[in-house]
């Protein structure tokens, strides 16, 4: 099955990503975590997007397609994928749909306040990459493996504010893009990580009788 996972920043995609693809048996294939496996790694395609990243800007849309298109080229991938922050863009998206034709865009649906408090106050760890709220932790270490955890620098809240502008200005025109296409399967994204697990299980077994 070929999936995109669709919603703003801060919705819950990479979460239930992990989840969905552990499930389904499919690889999850995350543009923003290869941007910044590249950026820690401090290789060529790292130093090209860092600012990007920085920002809360978009990296061009040729750039991440060529990423991309190799990535799905892969072995791995040969029996479906699931997509998450990716395509951005229209282009990205038609670039996406003439090369390999998706099956579902599962968006994650969720209200716009909700999304700078999330984003705001999440916490990264950098030891077992586990992602955490500021509003549920007794203090600023990760309480899987007890690192101390960061901020990713683009939840820093001006950043913040620049991706939900840039999600709302290229990402969201996807929605209805992927609606006329009849591929658009909604869940409501308002809901506990489980909850939003289940609906997402739940509209992909509906889908696929
Ligand atoms: P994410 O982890 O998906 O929120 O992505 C983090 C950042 O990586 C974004 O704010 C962009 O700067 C960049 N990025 C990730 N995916 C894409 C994409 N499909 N097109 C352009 N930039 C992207």
Request: with cysteine.
């Amino acid at each position: 099955m070929k999936i995109i996972l669709l919603g703003a920043p801060g919705a819950g995609k990479g979460t239930q990503a992990v989840e969905l693809s552990r499930r389904l048996q499919i690889p999850h294939i995350s543009t923003g975590d290869i941007f910044r496996h590249n950026i820690r790694n401090a290789t060529p395609l790292g130093q090209q997007v860092k600012e990007y990243l920085d920002s809360g800007r978009l990296v061009p849309d040729e750039l991440t397609l060529s990423i991309v298109t190799k990535r799905l080229a892969e072995q791995d991938c040969q029996n479906g994928f699931l997509l998450d922050g990716f395509p951005r863009t229209l282009v990205q998206a038609n670039a996406l749909e003439a090369a390999l034709p998706t099956d579902v865009a599962l968006l994650l649906d969720i209200d716009q306040e909700i999304l700078i408090d999330r984003l705001s106050g999440r916490l990264f760890c950098p030891a077992c990459k586990g992602t955490f709220h500021r509003s549920r932790l007794p203090g600023e270490t990760c309480p899987e493996c007890s690192a101390a955890l960061t901020q990713r620098e683009d939840d820093k809240p001006a950043t913040v504010r620049n991706r939900l502008e840039v999600y709302n200005a290229q990402t969201a025109p996807l929605i209805a893009y992927y609606q006329q296409a009849g591929k658009l399967l909604k869940v409501n994204a308002n809901q506990s990580v489980e909850e939003v697990l289940s609906a997402c299980l739940q509209a992909l077994a509906a889908w696929s009788t």
